[in-house]
């Protein structure tokens, strides 16, 4: 597992909302907006080289034609994430200080500590008091810890994890 596999830059329609959470979470650099257009979607992948991953036909064919990477994504589902993961040799694995920002695609601040201070209007007190790292998205504000929910998304990648192997499996 390289570095070189969070390099990958995606463009994700807006069909795929999961789908861009999870790749931004195992620290690929993914953009989601389901306001723009699919001309301005394909320029935006043609200036920016970023993979077009698209549940729309046309759309993918469209950027083939333009030499833009894409794939046929027909949803979100565990299948289609997998499938992205393994063509895309993204590993479903999370590292907070490597992961994007699910809500915006922000780069996140590790805190600890003191540098804590800086976030504790953002949380809960209990919260606050509890964990000893905070990873703090300065784009949105939005502010990560490993409570109950990183277990959840833990669980979910190697689910991912498991389908990928499944995949891999000569037949
Ligand atoms: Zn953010």
Redesign the pocket.
Known sequence: MTGQQTARKFLVDAMLGKLATWLRLAGCDTVYNPGIHDDELLKMAVEETRILLSSDVELVRRAENQGVSSMLVRGSVDFEVAEVFRVFQVAPQIDPSKAR??????Q?TELRNKEREKIKDLVFEQTYDHYDIFWH??????VYFQGGYWDNIQKYMERIQKIMEIREQPR
């Not at 920002?101 to 922000?106: A, H, I, L, R, V």
């Not at 998205?137 to 939005?142: G, K, L």
């Open positions: 920002c699910s809500k915006c695609n922000g996140l998205c300065q784009e949105c504000d939005n």
